[in-house]
């Protein structure tokens, strides 16, 4: 008679939750933004989606004559928006109108997201290490300084990353059959409506499937991102009037037109590279990864590595293109790392030393400057604490992309961004008494003193009062 096979230990759904907390709190209580876009691309157009009011920037902007438009337009798709707009309207069925209570609602679905990656990085821990030392794992991933960052942010980098963590923990688990795999591809799939470049991250994936013979999985999916790609041309025909008119313009403007690079900036090719030594334990994982374990762990590992060489190749760059590289390598890294770390601290107080400082090496980034730190956090947070009695708003030291929108204004009300007191914004806030309330941004240091000077007696000399100073932001009021 032979024995059952061992049961799994059941998943820590509520450890797991704890270890998503950082990420969220980090966003909800800081505030501020890591880019523009995780206000603009997200909350701003949910907002006007839900009222009539917000920003709209061109991205979503519709030509008088689309059939004659030259240039791409409608470039992103209405999934996250959409989704994000309903909570918005349902919170206000039940009383949580207010711009933290929206934040927060903004928040749920994204945080349920975070959760599921980072069950899929235990999981896929499990299999790796075992039990014991999955547990360590989980919280390294978690803790990593740019999932802290990103984790919880309103931007389409954010919810793709989750998207392929899960997405390809499901195509790694050979033993669990056609519907991981299946489930697997749809998630790779809604990575792609959720932002477009993850392309990137799933074609080197789906390449390595090939490459390594595994046809089954590749098979099943190819059919789970085959429904994500219905989706995703339904609602561009919905809401575009076209089937994928939103990914068709993506690709004319980022790669045929070269549009995107001759707005924004090219750089070269080797810009990435520093960034990749954002995760010291990652890189010590993957030398372990690719000298010790089976062959099937590469998968995570060929997708971050061509997702990282295509970016490369591409002329516009961005430091926030390369996050889903540094989180699949982190998560392919660490149970290496875990498991080396483990072997190590037995064989003496050198080793330990080594395990230590190798482990700490990911909080360091909490603590210096990188491309990743939330800006204007204090902005933001002195523009939420004046809404109540807001009916006007004047923002100095900020030009449109910079500011917190009409999200973080929290109504529709006048309200503008200037550089210098003799801008027509201010100028024109000085005389309109709709205009009660001010927030002054200071770019900090010695010669920006005079500046911060002359622009808070221009404040004075309209009848504002200084009611509060946080670092680098100040509050005004009449």
């Given at each position: ?68 438009a ?21 919170g ?51 803790l990593?300084?740019p ?20 997405g ?132 995570f ?6 997702y ?75 523009v ?62 010695e ?27 100040s509050?005004?009021?009449?």
């Amino acid at each position: 008679m032979t024995s059952p096979p061992p049961s799994q230990p059941r998943t820590p759904w509520a450890e797991i939750a704890l270890a998503a907390l950082p990420a969220a709190l980090h966003a909800l209580l800081l505030l501020g933004r890591l880019h523009p876009d995780e206000v603009f691309q997200s909350l701003e157009i949910a907002l006007h989606r839900a009222y009539g009011f917000g920003v709209v920037p061109w991205e979503w902007q519709v030509p008088q004559n689309p059939a004659a438009a030259t240039q791409p337009w409608g470039i992103r798709n209405y999934s996250v928006p959409m989704i994000f707009s309903a909570l918005f309207k349902a919170g206000d069925a039940i009383g949580l109108g207010s711009v933290m209570a929206r934040r927060t609602l903004a928040e749920l679905p994204q945080f349920l997201l975070h959760v599921a990656m980072l069950g899929a990085v235990w999981r896929l821990s499990l299999r790796r290490v075992g039990a014991s030392l999955a547990r360590a794992c989980l919280w390294l991933v978690a803790l990593y300084a740019p999932l802290v960052w990103f984790g919880a942010r309103t931007m389409s980098e954010s919810f793709s990353t989750a998207f392929l963590v899960w997405g390809l923990e499901r195509l790694d688990a050979e033993d669990e059959g056609p519907r991981a795999w299946a489930w697997g591809g749809l998630l790779l799939g809604l990575a792609q409506v959720t932002r477009y470049g993850s392309a990137a991250v799933i074609v080197p994936a789906m390449i390595w499937l090939l490459v390594a013979r595994r046809w089954r999985p590749f098979a099943f999916a190819a059919l789970g991102g085959a429904v994500a790609a219905f989706g995703l041309g339904l609602l561009d025909q919905l809401t575009w009037g076209e089937w994928f008119h939103s990914l068709i313009h993506y690709v004319r403007f980022n790669l045929v037109s070269g549009a995107a690079a001759a707005q924004f900036g090219a750089q070269p090719w080797w810009t990435y590279l520093p960034g990749l030594l954002l995760s010291p334990s990652a890189v010590v994982g993957l030398f372990l990864v690719v000298r010790r374990e089976p062959p099937r762990t590469t998968l995570f590992i060929a997708a971050a590595l061509g997702y990282a060489a295509i970016i490369s190749a591409t002329a516009h760059k961005e430091a926030r293109f390369l996050y889903p590289a540094l989180i699949l390598l982190t998560v392919a890294g660490t149970p290496a790392f875990v498991a080396w770390a483990g072997e190590a601290w037995k064989r003496g107080t050198a080793r330990r030393v080594a395990v230590i400082t190798l482990g700490a090496a990911g909080l360091v980034y909490f603590g210096v400057p990188t491309p990743y730190d939330v800006q204007r956090k204090e902005q933001f947070q002195l523009v939420v604490k004046a809404n109540p009695g807001m009916t006007g708003l004047v923002i100095m030291n900020e030009g449109l992309w910079g500011s917190p929108g009409f999200f973080y204004v929290g109504k529709n009300l006048p309200w503008c961004p200037c550089d210098f007191p003799h801008d027509g914004c201010f100028q024109m806030a000085a005389r309109d008494p709709r205009f009660n309330r001010g927030v002054y941004w200071s770019n900090g240091g010695e010669a920006e003193k005079p500046r911060d000077e002359s622009s808070k007696a221009a404040f004075e000399a309209a009848g504002f009062r200084l009611v509060e100073q946080r670092g680098q932001a100040s509050l005004f009021e009449r």
